[in-house]
């Protein structure tokens, strides 16, 4: 939040949309719409070094990797070792060893450096791999023991070998009791052995230790979910978004945990700050078209499922959805229409027989209610029954 707060500057809140939409492009593959958009927020900011990392890192993910370099080298004017790595990789990838190594070994030598398996593992270094400059580079120990011993760690929690995991964390955590990451991986053991109490203080010990560091909190909200004390989730979710709005997801997350909790009409403000950044993601707008539903707010929901239908006609469950909702306000023909496009989708659902059936008994097209009755209970449907009994002479 600090950064957005001197991003905002004298210009108000319209830098931070702009950041905000930017990151949202990142996020959808959409590079050239937020490269145009860090552009905007550079000829403003010119001195901080996070902008022009975020522009950079978009050209290097729609393969510019030369511009890439450009801004990952003012970013490093700006703040030393920030982008290390990302200048190894765009290097390694403009197939230039000799400067790819040489940022990679200044990456290593930082305190910001990536675990060695993540290094090992990063696709960018492929090719780099194979090149003498590579072998030299690891002739070098740039991991310590106590790190080395982490990672063995994880390797353990990764493979369920949950009993060796925790005896060398113990051990561990002995010889040093302020390690955040010692607390994190038990807490990691701990869940994975259904032990939430154990796990949950620790995820509080690393979400203490780890100076806000945002994936301890992450794992706490999932753990809370599981253990269902979504109030406290939420909290954590609250403090996050405070700190960090650009992450778009937790919004979503945040309006499940208020469904929850009964309060549908935060649960859609949610969604709606959601889709604020990503107005065309039609799974969005048919979970903002539910919770209205769920609400009772017929009107609201048609509107979020009229949206969702308009970007995609490819499923079933739109169509089942504003079905229902035009049988709730009494729109029987168009729930009718809905019901029998659903169908051609999806024609061995018998569920959507029987709602069918229902609206065209509303409708008095009984015929094809009975025809819609009989089938459903071909298909298993036993509800259908009572239907067949009542209004078809069964």
């Not at 600090?2 to 949309?17: D, H, K, P, T």
Request: aromatic letters at 14%.
């Amino acid at each position: 939040m600090m950064f957005l707060a001197f991003l905002i500057g004298r210009n108000g809140v319209g830098q931070e949309s702009v950041y905000l939409k930017a990151l949202a492009g990142v996020q959808e593959e959409k590079y050239v719409e937020a490269i145009e958009l860090f552009n905007q927020l550079i000829t403003s900011k010119k001195s901080d070094y996070r902008l022009f990392m975020q522009r950079g890192e978009s050209y290097y993910l729609m393969g510019g990797y030369q511009h890439a370099v450009e801004d990952f080298l003012s970013a490093e004017d700006l703040q030393a070792d920030c982008s290390a790595l990302w200048l190894a990789k765009s290097y390694a990838k403009l197939d230039n060893p000799v400067e790819a190594i040489k940022y990679l070994k200044q990456h290593l030598e930082s305190d910001q450096k990536k675990s060695e398996k993540e290094i090992l593992l990063e696709k960018a270094f492929e090719e780099l791999e194979r090149t003498k400059e590579w072998r030299n580079l690891w002739k070098v120990d740039w991991y310590s023991e106590f790190e080395r011993q982490k990672s063995d760690i994880e390797y353990q929690i990764s493979n369920s070998n949950l009993d060796e995991a925790l005896r060398e964390i113990n051990i561990l955590i002995h010889q040093k009791e302020d390690d955040a990451d010692l607390f994190y991986l038990r807490a990691i053991a701990y869940e994975e052995m259904f032990k939430y109490n154990q796990a949950l203080v620790d995820y509080s010990l690393a979400v203490k230790l780890g100076e806000g560091k945002i994936d301890y909190r992450l794992s706490r909200i999932k753990l809370y979910l599981l253990m269902q004390r979504p109030d406290d989730a939420l909290n954590d979710i609250n403090d996050i978004l405070l700190e960090h709005p650009e992450m778009f997801d937790l919004y979503l997350e945040r309006s499940e945990v208020y469904k929850q909790l009964g309060s549908y009409e935060l649960a859609r403000e949610s969604i709606d700050d959601y889709l604020v950044f990503f107005p065309y993601k039609d799974d969005v707008l048919y979970l903002g078209g539910i919770i209205c539903y769920e609400a009772g707010s017929y009107f609201s929901s048609l509107e979020y499922f009229n949206k969702a239908l308009e970007l995609s006609q490819a499923r079933k469950e739109y169509f089942v959805a504003r079905g229902r909702t035009y049988y709730q306000l009494q729109t029987y023909f168009y729930a009718d229409s809905d019901f029998g496009m659903a169908l051609d989708l999806d024609p061995s659902d018998s569920d959507i027989y029987l709602n069918r059936g229902k609206v065209r008994v509303k409708i008095g097209k009984f015929e094809g209610a009975c025809y819609d009755f009989n089938k459903a209970f071909e298909m298993g449907e036993k509800k259908a029954l009572s239907y067949l009994q009542k209004y078809c002479d069964y």
